[in-house]
């Protein structure tokens, strides 16, 4: 993992504002941004921990534990929620156990707000991994989390 998180850094660190592409290359490549590795890029930018700590807790896309297998984005956006967002954010806590920025404890499902996924005329939308679902209800939603459930 650190070898990975190294070869990331070689190969930006030179870029002007190179913090935020290693955090994404980082985080593409692993699916997240270990803790050990926030030293390593602290001394290769020659930055503080702190600085690095606080980038990636400022931004909500950083993670810095493990994803789930499926990530669950749900639209928090203002046509969505006159829609019954709000609603259907209850239902899928509730379903899954978890808040948002959690993963579910079998490691199947991680939550994640987004505040448009550029659907608006299918509100309330959803985003679960690539795909993109509209007109989301509680129902839709059980029915795909329990077909995902299957694939697993």
């Known amino acids: 993992m650190l070898s990975t998180v190294q070869e990331i850094i070689t ?3 030179d870029k002007p504002g190179a913090l935020l592409p290693i955090l994404h290359g980082i985080q ?6 270990p803790a050990d590795s926030v030293p390593v890029i602290a001394k290769a930018l020659n930055l503080s921990r702190a ?3 606080g980038v990636i807790s400022f931004y ?11 990530t669950i ?5 203002e046509s969505c929620q006159s829609m ?3 609603k259907l954010e209850e239902h899928v806590k509730s379903k899954l156990g978890i808040a948002f ?13 987004v505040y448009c996924l ?11 991994d690539h795909d993109i679902y509209g007109r989301v209800s509680a129902a839709t939603f059980d029915s795909i989390i329990n077909e995902l459930g299957e694939t697993a």
């Open 84 to 86: 019954g967002a709000g």
């Open 11 to 13: 190969a930006l660190k």
């Open 101 to 113: 920025h959690e993963t579910t404890e079998d490691g199947q499902f991680s939550l994640e707000p």
């Open 60 to 70: 909500h896309y950083f993670r810095d534990t493990p994803p789930g297998k499926h």
């Open 118 to 128: 550029g659907n608006c005329a299918c509100s309330p939308a959803m985003q679960i």
């Open 28 to 33: 593409d490549a692993l699916g997240y941004i």
């Open 51 to 53: 600085e690095v700590h």
């Open 73 to 77: 984005h749900l639209c928090r956006a």
